[in-house]
């Protein structure tokens, strides 16, 4: 976060703002340099995703026999 004017604190909705726009930031993977935390981490990641749609398509399939 750049301060405006040296010595000055940012306010809280410059904090946020700083915040919000940092987590929209788009992440490239590289496999060649993922190590073995990066491999398993997106293992996990992606298996959670399909644990998720399961249980979201199970869930929509018994409404509809209700």
């Keep these: 976060m750049r301060r405006k004017m040296k010595g000055r604190i940012a306010d809280k909705t410059e904090k946020i703002i700083t915040l919000q726009s940092a987590k929209a930031e788009d992440v490239e993977f ?17 298996a959670a995703d399909k644990r998720q749609l399961k249980e979201m398509f199970d869930n929509h399939d018994n409404e509809n026999e209700k």
């Design 30 to 46: 590289s496999a060649i340099e993922a190590d073995h935390d990066d491999v398993e981490a997106l293992r996990r990641s992606e």
